[in-house]
């Protein structure tokens, strides 16, 4: 929303106004020279991205995308933030997440720049009985603790406490969260939790721990699941109403209910969505509130975390680069907490040097790139404005329709909010095999001879309820068989790739067949003769105007030559001798199944 300096100067002043119409005839213009014949608002559509839950981002916004008036910070409908101040005064809380007593690991981000402490305690996590020797060290009126203990959230919690008082934290200095969520721990397992126990925890908070919450709606199950953004808020929200009924059935007043809950969100390397996701969260969240009939109580806690999804286990090294930019976006997104999994998390136990990469990404976006001095820094922009708007809608009808099924336990219990999920991350994984949606270092780019990155095993997650999904699944699947292969033969299964005519006529496709079969494992030989490759298979590579020419002529030479199956790089054509056709927007998965399958490659 562009504000005129006080002097009224307006640098755009001597150019005539140009009109949206006008605009989009250059564009028209532009895509017919590309082979789009399309006019007036098509030609803006062909240069918009579809995204999930039926949402659409368009090439240009302006003042006609104007979305409602997001308030302002620290006030209802708390869009541009839940306090006044922001993060301004010294950065989000710095959390990072332990599963095991490991040897000084806790004290050391304590000392080096993290500001708070998730533990997972329990099942999957550090025994209630060595909660103490965790902690050792730590000083509890200074480092707030949050717990995720999932069935064994009462001893964890009831040790938690004991805890404060041993080593003489006053009641009002106590500050974290117990970490209660009895249907996050359904969804991650499949077993019911009762409630009993959190209502006794949180009435004991309410009355006496001023800085300590009771429960955490965490909706890095539905995340994890394959769930959109949208069904990702609305499953948040649907849990959330769902334990305001049950803390004010118990007696809490609803001011008191809202100060017991925080927010877990997935923050992933789509810094916009991100962003805009955590913007609607608030949003939405005020909006419950409000219609409960305290509007006041409606400021939403939020810890971010970055997406375990996004997470890859090949070339783990690009991680350091998605977890940056999902850390940036959960910043300039108004999260209170943000944590970011280490490089190495989807390996195992993360090492001490990946812990400080992790703790240090946010140390430098606070500190040196100051990006927590200004607040809301997206707001005000059209596009994120009008994004936060239609997801915030479209995180509302999600919520709504678990409602309609009988809230977020009838929905998980009748499987229906899992087929959900599962429908929607089979839509995502489409795009995934079809590198609609690449990933850097997977399904392109791979590097076959990247020396693996190991580490020692991490405690088994919780599991049994909803399941784990990550972007790189298909392909590590391909690449699994191919080490296997690697470790029983000595050799990697091979494509030769046949490059016809000069090097400006079949470097790109030669490029491009390489990065799809080295993201199978399959790897790609471009020297000497078919014969001497050790390959069984063959790829042509070159332009249109050569294939018509040679294409069929080495097809069959290369079969004369012992070549069992021929591909093509490029769109698919007639050309005998060739049995399939490779290109952009292929299904390379399929297409690389297929050949480790007839490669012999034993899955």
Known sequence: MTVLPDDGLELAGEFPDVSHEQWQRLVAGVLRKAGKDVEGAAAEEALSTALEDGLRTRPLYTSRDAAPEPGFPGFAPFVRGSRPAGNTAGGWDVRQRHATVDGGSVLADLENGVGSLWLVVGEGGIPVASLAGALDGVYLDLAPVALDAGAELEPAAQELLRLYEERGVAKEAARGNLGADPLGHEARTGRAQDFAPVLGLARRCAEEYPGLRTLTVDALPYHEAGGSAAQELGASLATGVAYLRELTEGGLSLEQACAQLEFRYAATADQFLTIAKLR??????????????????????????????????????????RTTIATLAAGAGGADAVTVLPFDDALGLPDAFARRIARNTSTILIEESHLARVIDPAGGSWYVE????????????????????????????????????????????????????????????????????????APEPRSGGLPRVRRDEAYEELRARSDAHLAATGSRPRVFLAALGPAAAHT???????????????????????????????????????????????????????????????????????DSYVFAGCDAVSVLTDALDRLGVSR
């Open 386 to 457: 009008r994004l936060t708007d239609e997801l915030a809608h479209a995180g509302w009808e999600f919520f709504r329709r678990i409602e309609r099924l009988g809230g977020q336990g009838a929905a998980l219990r009748s499987g229906e909010l899992g087929r959900i999920l599962a429908d929607t991350w089979a839509a995502r994984s489409a795009k995934l095999a079809k590198r609609r949606e690449p990933i850097t270092g997977v399904s392109e780019f791979p590097f076959l001879a990247e020396k693996p990155v190991v580490r020692e095993s």
């Open 280 to 321: 609607a969260a608030r949003r939405l969240w005020a909006r419950v509130a409000e219609a409960s009939g305290a509007p006041d109580a409606g400021a939403q806690v939020q810890h971010a975390v970055t997406s375990p999804v996004m997470m890859s286990r090949r070339d783990p090294w690009v991680n350091m680069l």
């Open 508 to 578: 790109a496709r030669l490029t491009f067949a390489s990065n799809l079969f080295q993201a199978g494992g399959i790897e790609p030989v471009t020297e000497g003769s078919f014969e001497e490759s050790g390959a069984a298979e063959a790829c042509l590579c070159s332009s249109d105007a050569l294939y018509e020419e040679q294409a069929e002529s080495v097809a069959a030479q290369l079969k004369a030559a012992g070549a069992a199956h021929v591909h093509l790089a490029g769109r698919p054509g007639e050309h005998a001798g060739v």
